[in-house]
């Protein structure tokens, strides 16, 4: 009975976390929740997948709602229409053929990559506004596959795209990377529901639920902090995160 409380208390603590790290950088919940489901509890990849994609694709909905007003629309929709369906098709066609393996390890590859990419981005000019529609495309592309083969809603990766190649602000880039998230994983989850994976309604309620408290935390935090420290923040969560999933895949 201890061991079952314990197992369910470090549950709720992890499932928390990934709703804070979705309030504090726009995305990076799945990049807790996905290798924690796997490597910790042992679900197949495209159980945690779906997991992932109805718990954080509800909160990020919501989420969005509430931010309608102050969303940068033109990126979100520019993105979505290329990620939108690249995540179905990667879902739908490369998971069910890319083993667990591989698919942990390409994204424990990409969440390094962009984590020096931002490292190397903290010391440019906050100004630099500059529109680059084809790093735009291309981020927009590559985040859709990681979605649909992983379960990753893909906002860890689209935030830094927003800023590097849209010139938002790290604020503004995360109220919109959630909208994304949003959009892409309703793509991703019609392709793997559609392949007849399924989960445990009462885990996924628990876990919905306190994905949203944590959430709800990580908004208070985010406001008391400053752009830069964000930024600083964002980075080290992507070293660990993907350092991590590369050394156990």
């Known amino acids: 009975m201890v061991l079952i409380t314990n197992a369910i208390v470090f549950n709720a603590i992890v499932f928390a976390c990934v709703g804070?790290?979705?309030?504090?950088?726009?995305?990076?919940?799945?990049?807790?929740?996905?290798?924690?489901?796997?490597?910790?509890?042992?679900f197949p990849v495209d159980q945690a997948a779906l997991l992932s994609l109805i718990t954080i694709g509800t909160n990020t909905g919501i989420q969005t709602v509430h931010d309608r007003r102050i969303i940068a629309w033109k990126p979100?929709?520019?993105?979505?229409?290329?990620?939108?369906?690249i995540a179905s098709l990667s879902g739908q066609f490369l998971a069910p053929i890319t083993s667990d393996t591989l698919r942990m390890m390409l994204f424990g590859i990409f969440t390094l990559s962009v984590a020096l990419m931002m490292l190397f981005r903290?010391?440019?000019?906050?100004?630099?506004?500059?529109?680059?529609?084809?790093?735009?495309?291309?981020?927009?592309?590559t985040?859709?596959?990681?979605?649909?083969?992983?379960?990753?809603?893909?906002?860890?990766?689209?935030t830094p795209a927003l800023i590097m190649f849209y010139g938002l602000s790290i604020k503004e880039a995360i109220r919109s990377s959630l909208a994304i998230v949003a959009l892409q994983s309703v793509a991703a989850l019609g392709a793997y529901l559609?392949?007849?994976?399924?989960?445990?309604?009462?885990?996924?309620?628990?876990?919905?639920?306190t994905i949203a408290i944590g959430f709800s935390?990580?908004?208070?935090?985010k406001q008391g902090l400053p752009?830069?420290?964000?930024?600083?923040?964002?980075?080290?969560?992507l070293l660990v995160v993907g350092t991590w999933v590369l050394i156990r895949p």
Do not use: H
């Not at 440019?124 to 790093?135: H, Q, R």
């Not at 859709?144 to 083969?149: E, V």
């Not at 935390?217 to 935090?221: E, L, S, T």
């Not at 752009?227 to 969560?237: A, E, G, I, N, Y």
């Open 194 to 209: 559609n392949r007849g994976v399924s989960i445990d309604p009462s885990f996924l309620i628990l876990t919905m639920a």
């Open 20 to 42: 804070i790290a979705l309030a504090l950088f726009g995305g990076g919940g799945a990049m807790i929740l996905i290798p924690y489901l796997k490597q910790g509890l042992g």
């Open 76 to 85: 979100v929709l520019l993105f979505s229409l290329v990620s939108f369906p």
């Open 227 to 237: 752009d830069q420290k964000l930024k600083q923040w964002f980075s080290v969560f």
């Open 122 to 141: 903290k010391n440019k000019e906050a100004a630099d506004t500059t529109i680059n529609l084809a790093g735009l495309g291309f981020a927009a592309i």
């Open 143 to 158: 985040t859709g596959i990681i979605c649909g083969l992983v379960g990753v809603g893909g906002g860890i990766f689209i």
């Open 217 to 221: 935390v990580g908004k208070r935090i």
